[in-house]
């Protein structure tokens, strides 16, 4: 095996210039650079809908020319080129500016009517028409060695590269071809045994690569694709087969459940009695805790389902049969909530060792990064002589320093924050695995469960609690003002009702560069904005600052509709003490209105809140939006969750957000947010990004690829587990393994 070449630089091989621009794409080796697929193909005789496109949006426009003319211009001095390229319906006006006109000839010989191009350029407007002002471009053909070459360029499909502002499509394309030329098969490595390829008709990877990078005819690309998806499937599912194979090795302590301990206490004091959904997963999970291999559970349950309860019964059973359990939030917040919420659900049972403290009570340590000496050395020493039957915190738990007396029980909340590189750490603590259950809100189809989640078994509470209402949902357009006063008066009865509101910014501050979802310096909260509709707005900042927290408290504070309500703030760069204060005084009603960033987009429970207004709501994505709005419609007071936004009527941003106003059920809308998610896929909405692992694998698409490949990957481990003799599917296991692509894996 030979891939140095794939690690050569792309600078020393495309010069520092081009290497540069690829580099903002995160195309850095030739290996990247073969493997950063078109997203699409372009025929020649197929025009971009020119009607469709949309102001200030970064387009690649294919396009004919119509007419063409230089002019000079008598008031500013200097010349002008206008052309018009039409898609035979609508029309689009290219606009060249230079001092002389001599400067404008070399367009002007190249723009001839009837010849056809693709124009990058960001749309514009002028005068009422549509125009891309200096559009980068190539004329089909032109550029050819020989008129023949000429004419089959002309009729070949063209690919579409996901591309930058920088760095059009046919540059990149022009790169890879550049870097892909002289390699040979031995130069890439192929993952996919040739046997498997041979049964399904594929071709072999280097084949693959020419198919798709220079096609000749629509035939060949489909047909390079088809083989580079079963490669993602195929070396995916082979990961996934591994860990399973791995984890049936292992011996877990069994965990029966007692008849008369923790658990059953805990089921009698319950203030509600347990949804049907909530027993039968509750009974799953009890019987896998009573078996000798570790249990690797996902439990899905949209916001609000009653996650929580699930988890502590599992852990008092734990607890009963002498273990401990763990539970990881993702956040300090949501640890220190969890820590509360499991107090008050065990009442007397969590005081363990006190006065106050049921007969076989235990005790809830709450270990965070932040705690202060004396508080962190009473905290460990709870967990280490097995005092506290639980342990709850962040990452911080997974540090060495953690010691437990006998842990028996994981239980990892919201795992879309989690890699998983943590769950494995954890696990591999102690002599024997403890039993792993993690709990997710994000809504998975099965099919992306079984991509994705490969080796755990699921189970869902598809039942939310009874007497829950639905949460009432509207969008605002931001530039309607009466809309936004009503908007903000809502707010004021709800505080004066006594209830809580949350409004969520997508940033901090102001004038700070970066947006809010960058990781804080602890690493501890993470506020991530999944800018899953990236792929549907102008990568360009927009020209309005984006609301951020700082300014809201501020705007809120002078807004009438407001006044003498009290308004708190709460974003991740607080310190732990501080959002400790906010969340309280929130919770408590002292401050019924919190200004926040998504910091409390996963699993904070305040009863009392009924509202939630989230400013700018096009920069989140669907199913993050759906959690947000899970912060509301926690009791059976009626809620309301208002989106306000300048998305306009018609564009996909516009669509998502109405998705959510139209249904509340987290499936729905995770099916949603994928069909969007490709439909939205107009020729130059979304030519950026493309930075994901699963390139050409979709969940719900490609199902049928899926199940064969994971069939596959299960004859090759069953007859060489350490991949041996299969080392370029070792090392593209590997490669799905690092930490960055676990992260995505966990994302879904
Ligand atoms: P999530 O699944 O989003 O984590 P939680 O576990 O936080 O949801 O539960 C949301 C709220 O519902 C909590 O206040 C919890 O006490 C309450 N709850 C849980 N189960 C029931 C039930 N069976 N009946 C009524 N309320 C319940
Ligand atoms: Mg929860």
Known sequence: MSPERLREPLKAVLGARTAGGLKKLGLESVGDLVRHYPRRYGAPGEMTDIAALRLG?????????KSVQVRSMRSRGGAMLEAVVTDGASSLQLTFFAKRAGVLRMHEDKLRAGRTGLFTGTVGEYRGRRQLTHPDYVIVGVDAASEDEAVLEAS???????????????????????????????????????SALEKRDLPGLREALQLVH?????????????RLRFEEAFVLQTALARRRAAH????????????????AALDARLPFPLTEAQVHVGREIAADLERDRPMLRLLQGDVGAGKTVVALRAMAQVIDAGGQAALLAPTEVLAAQHARSLRELLGPLADGGMLTGADGATRIAL????????ARRQALGEAASGAAGIVVGTHALLSEGVQYADLGLVVVDEQHRFGVEQRDALRERGDRPPHTLVMTATPIPRTVAMTVFGDLETSVLGQRPAGRVDITTHLVPAENEAWLARAWQRVREEADKGHRVYVVCPRIDEDVDEPAETVEPDGDDSEELTLDIADAVATEEPKVPLASVTATVDE????PEL?????????????????????????SGQTPVLVSTTVIEVGVDVPEATMIVVLDAERFGISQLHQLRGRVGRSDLPSLCLLVTRAEDGTVARERLQALADTSDGFVLAEKDLELRR???????AQSGGRSSLRLLRAVRDAKVIEDARVAAAEVIDADPSLGDHPALASAVQDWLDPEREAFLERG
């Open 214 to 226: 220079v096609p000749d005819t629509d035939a060949d690309w489909k047909r390079g694709r088809d």
């Open 563 to 587: 006044k003498g309500v009290r308004i708190g703030m709460m974003h991740g760069r607080l310190s732990a003490d501080d959002k400790d204060a906010a969340m309280s005084a929130f919770a």
């Open 556 to 559: 809120l504070a002078r807004r």
């Open 679 to 685: 439909e939205g896929d107009v020729l130059g909405a």
């Open 57 to 65: 949006e970064h387009v690649t426009v294919m396009a004919q020319v």
């Open 248 to 263: 049936a090795d292992l011996t877990a302590t069994p965990r029966p459940a007692k008849a008369n301990g923790l658990a």
């Open 156 to 194: 070949r499909p063209i690919p579409i590269y996901p591309a930058t502002a920088s760095v059009p499509t046919w540059r990149i394309g022009r790169s890879v071809r550049t870097v892909l030329d002289p390699l040979t098969a031995e130069d890439l490595p192929d993952p996919v045994p040739a």
């Open 367 to 374: 270990l965070t990064g932040s705690l202060g000496s004396k």
